[in-house]
């Protein structure tokens, strides 16, 4: 099943050690669950393919989680990746993630990252083959 926006996902499934004492997914997985995806986007981005990516290194400056409704031991996720938008030194991300058996929406999931110079401790320009590797238009 396809998801209108996104060309991307990859499939999760809730273990025990995720959930909490009301037997759901406690909330702090679901950014683990955001990064995972996100690890898997960029993989089918073939973004190691280029030698710019690896002189990369993301920080997350921001992260929003607009939880819906939760998920339970055992349940399937289908998560949704994309880049929504590219800028000189950051990048924003979406993640959505779906029930698997059912499609419906439980989380949406955005992240900020600052490309950084580990040795300048500073803000570094996305490299023109990342961006457009990554380029939201696609």
């Known amino acids: 099943m396809g998801r209108e926006g996104f060309d991307f996902s990859t499939r999760l499934r809730v273990r025990y050690s995720e959930i909490d004492g009301q037997k759901v997914v406690f909330n702090s997985r679901y950014l683990e669950y955001a990064d995972v995806a996100l690890?898997?986007?960029?993989?089918?981005?073939?973004?190691a393919d280029?030698?710019?990516?690896?002189?990369?290194?993301?920080?997350?400056?921001?992260a929003t989680v607009d939880f819906k409704?939760?998920?339970r031991y055992g349940d399937e996720i289908d998560a949704w990746a994309r880049t929504d938008r590219i800028g000189t030194s950051s990048l924003t991300s979406r993640?959505?993630?779906?029930?698997?058996?059912?499609?419906?929406?439980?989380?949406?999931?955005?992240?900020v990252y600052v490309n950084v110079d580990l040795d300048?401790?500073?803000?570094?320009?996305?490299?023109?083959?990342?961006?457009?590797?990554?380029?939201?238009a696609r």
Do not use: D
């Open 39 to 47: 690890s898997e986007y960029w993989r089918w981005l073939k973004l």
């Open 50 to 62: 280029l030698p710019e990516w690896q002189g990369m290194e993301f920080h997350v400056a921001r």
């Open 69 to 71: 409704a939760p998920f």
């Open 95 to 111: 993640v959505e993630l779906c029930h698997a058996e059912t499609g419906a929406l439980h989380t949406v999931i955005e992240l």
């Open 120 to 136: 300048a401790g500073t803000a570094s320009p996305v490299p023109p083959a990342i961006r457009e590797r990554m380029n939201p």
